[in-house]
């Protein structure tokens, strides 16, 4: 879906869009950036969408699962909810990337020019993604200068046996903007096998948030249950976390902060 609003995806099966990826010559969405892998091969893309709703959909077998992004406009006040993204091995089952580089310019927000806010993503089951090529059940991530990932929430989720970890916020360079997003209430294991390099993160993780040159506010990680791996939560430039906030079971590090 491209630039509209009040859509409603439901009740469908989306499988096998995961070709164009392994073309050699990749164009279009496929094309890469550099050492960024092209958008190619989600099963479902909103990008410039509002106020839609993907919900009860089954999303198997692609190169990842549902991506919200912002190239055309805003994406936001929109509900992904009561999805099954099983086994999209290449990446991430719901990736939230702000590509935008209108989105957050002087240090001031646009929400009118781009942005990814306001989405509510919940009740999802997330199992088995990115475990060849690197993904997370949940990514929300500012791709460059002047994107904005922010107010989004992310709750009642499962997420089990995930690459990277079940529930991952990233950001890379300067001058974004991730604050206010939410993390409520959702149920991980056996995620992030993978591992992290990039934030010095070596073991599997449930919940990591990462950030190379800012320091996000207002990030809530609360009511979560977290279980069978070696970091429960492993944070990089972000406010202290209190670990009573959630629960651990068969965890070696409840939270380590750097």
């Known amino acids: 879906m491209e630039n509209t609003s009040r859509v409603v995806l439901s009740g469908n099966l989306v499988t096998g869009n995961d070709r164009g990826a392994h073309s050699p010559n990749p164009t279009g969405e496929c094309t890469p950036q550099g050492q960024v892998p092209g958008d190619c091969g989600e099963g479902v893309h909103l990008m ?85 090529g690197g993904g997370a059940g949940i990514l929300l991530a500012d791709g460059g200068p002047g994107a904005a990932v922010y107010d989004n929430g992310v709750r009642d989720n499962v997420a089990n046996g995930n690459g990277e970890a079940g529930i ?31 934030f010095g993160e070596a073991g599997t993780v449930g919940i990591l948030i990462g950030n190379a040159s800012v320091t996000p506010r207002g990030i809530v990680v609360r009511g979560n249950t977290i279980s069978h791996v070696h970091f429960g939560i492993y944070s990089k430039n972000l406010p202290p976390l209190r670990a009573r906030a959630n629960t651990f079971h068969g965890v070696a590090v409840r939270i380590k902060q750097t």
């Open 48 to 132: 410039g969408v509002t106020r839609s709703l993907v919900a009860d959909n089954t999303v198997s077998g692609n190169e990842g699962g549902v991506l919200l992004t912002d190239e055309t406009g805003p994406t936001a006040h929109n509900t992904i909810t009561c999805n099954k993204l099983l086994r999209n091995l290449e990446d991430c089952e719901i990736t939230v990337a702000g590509h935008s580089d209108k989105a957050f310019v002087g240090g001031k927000l646009a929400p009118k020019a781009a942005g990814i806010y306001a989405n509510t993503i919940t009740h999802n089951v997330a199992n088995g993604h990115g475990t060849k």
């Open 168 to 198: 991952l916020l990233h950001t890379h360079t300067p001058n974004v903007y991730l604050n206010g997003n939410k993390i409520l209430n959702n149920r991980l294991s056996n995620d992030g096998a993978l591992g992290d390099a990039e």
